[in-house]
């Protein structure tokens, strides 16, 4: 069996991506995508030595320096200085996760035809890919406007033999890794730093990797919530069709009918109540999560276009017989998604969190912290703690980052999106949230407990047995950062169908 996709025009999308990572698939540009890329760089050579007017980026200075011409015999090293002056990222490394998703995204954009690229020079970012020749990229440094111009650069030093790798589980100079495979380095032609360098793959490696997340863990976040509803003895009723199909948004009613399924068979939920309603946080789960499932539905849209789009710049159009400057590196329709998955995912927290806090504070013959012998057991009140601090900073994380904007490039660049700042944002929101998943189902697995001998469906009676095998139940006291850690890893291993 092949187990290699082709970069082509064919739409990519958010599964197809998953598939690709999970599978561990290797790459292979496709006779079109070759062809496409050959004749848009053919063309380009064949424009340079037909012309000598100014083309902005191709023999130009950049940003403010637009209009300084460029010899042609210095267009290769004006190439060259875009990459290595660009290179100055700093902070946290990016996971590698996400660099080898800028990777695939990189490629798949300067396949299309219209970015003036060597062949070559594809190839190469494929053979990077395919034998895991990740290189460092960092966090900090792009505006989100002109392109994620700090990050690519870090991405496309190793092609001319510079910057740092990550290869066979260390950290090398990309020459070593070049020497290794008997690689010569790249030597960039007119536009090809541009075609590198502009583009949107830092924001979109994010966003990606935070949406393949945010599916999962939006299910978990059900999934949790129904069980911390038969931890509580809630009410079956808010969850009832005729409820939402009179505010019939996809979100609410897809949450409805899930939790209705999720607690099929309960004899928890079934059992006759002596309360008449719930705490919002248990009656509103199909508004509040709904909600945030339709926010990630639209930035799974925005994202979708946007990994199937080119944006570097100038772009190249062959039939029409132009090179047009525009701006199609400008970050503003990911910033906005970012923010808004990120508010989104926060949300999911933030009700989360109260929903843990109901659980332990001794209502419905619950225990007080949900351990027997408080007082001599502080059980589960501190891991609460927790999920607030952890919920609060997610409301701070969750401020826009897209509201701001500041001047660069000598005033050449005067709006800016602030994409990427956006999206180490929103990823650090997706992470908490996990966390805020967990420290629940610690507590609404430990909750169902004490409404034994009843049962909850056989759904979720087999989801607790599997994650009893990873964290026990709570008798007395023990270090519960453990726990947390153990239920993390039970969810990110949790495959949702």
């Known amino acids: ?22 599978n561990q698939k290797l790459l292979a540009l496709s006779d079109e995508a070759k062809v496409n890329i050959q004749k848009c760089r053919d063309y380009l050579d064949a424009k340079m030595g037909s012309n000598s007017k100014p083309i902005y980026g191709i023999n130009t200075g950049f940003g403010s320096l637009c209009n300084v011409k460029i010899s042609n015999k210095n267009l290769s090293k004006l190439q060259e200085n875009l990459v290595k002056s660009h290179a100055c990222g700093t902070g946290e ?3 590698r996760e996400i660099v080898k998703l800028m990777l695939l995204l990189k490629i798949q954009s300067l396949s299309y035809g219209h970015s003036g690229i060597q062949l070559q020079t594809v190839e190469r970012l494929v053979d990077f890919y395919n034998n895991d020749v990740l290189p460092i990229v960092y966090t900090q440094g792009s505006l989100g406007a002109s392109g994620d111009l700090a990050p690519l650069a870090h991405l496309s030093l190793p092609l001319l033999g510079e910057g740092e790798v990550f290869f066979e589980g260390k950290k090398v100079h990309s020459s070593e890794v070049l020497k290794h495979f008997n690689w010569k380095p790249i030597v960039l032609q007119s536009k090809e730093g541009l075609a590198l360098l502009n583009g949107t793959q830092f924001m979109s490696a994010y966003g990606v990797h935070i949406l393949m997340k945010a599916c999962q863990f939006s ?16 009410r079956i009723e808010p969850f009832h069709e005729l409820i939402h199909s009179i505010r019939p948004h996809k979100g609410q009613i897809v949450t ?15 059992q006759v ?34 990994i199937n789009s080119v944006t570097d710049n100038p772009n190249i159009f062959i039939d029409t017989d132009e090179i ?18 990120a508010i989104a995912l926060a949300e999911l927290g933030s009700i989360s969190e109260r929903r843990t806090f109901q659980l332990i504070s001794g209502l419905r013959n619950l225990p007080a912290f949900l351990v027997d012998n408080p007082g001599l057991n502080s059980g589960l009140m501190i891991p609460q703690y927790t999920a607030a601090s952890i919920a609060s900073q997610n409301k701070q994380l969750a401020t826009p980052a897209s509201v701001d904007s500041i001047v660069s490039s000598n005033g050449q660049e005067d709006h800016v999106s602030m994409g990427a ?42 989801f607790l047995k599997s994650y009893r095998m990873v964290v026990p139940f709570v008798k007395e006291d023990r270090i519960f950062h453990y726990d947390i850690d ?12």
């Open 256 to 270: 409805a009918n899930r939790v209705t399924q999720f607690l099929k068979g309960s004899k928890i939920i079934s």
């Open 273 to 306: 109540k002596k309360h008449v309603q719930d705490p919002y946080s248990f009656r509103c789960i199909p508004q509040v999560h709904g909600a945030s499932k339709d926010a990630i539905d639209y930035v799974k849209n925005v994202f979708k276009t946007e």
């Open 1 to 22: 069996m092949d187990n290699t996709h082709y970069i082509s025009t064919e739409i990519l999308s958010l599964e197809t991506l998953k598939e690709i990572i999970s």
């Open 324 to 341: 047009i400057s525009g701006g199609n590196f400008h970050g503003q329709p990911l910033a906005l998604a970012l923010d808004f998955i």
């Open 486 to 497: 153990k239920t993390l890893g039970f969810l990110n291993s949790f495959q949702v169908e």
């Open 93 to 95: 490394e990016v996971p």
């Open 421 to 462: 700042n956006a999206a180490t944002k929103a990823l650090r929101v997706m992470e908490n949230l996990e966390r805020i998943l967990s420290i629940e189902l610690m507590n609404a697995s430990q909750a169902i407990e004490f409404r034994r001998p009843l049962v909850s469906s056989d759904f979720i009676e087999k």
């Open 219 to 234: 299910y978990l976040a059900d999934l949790i919530g129904t069980i911390s509803l038969e931890g509580f003895d809630g």
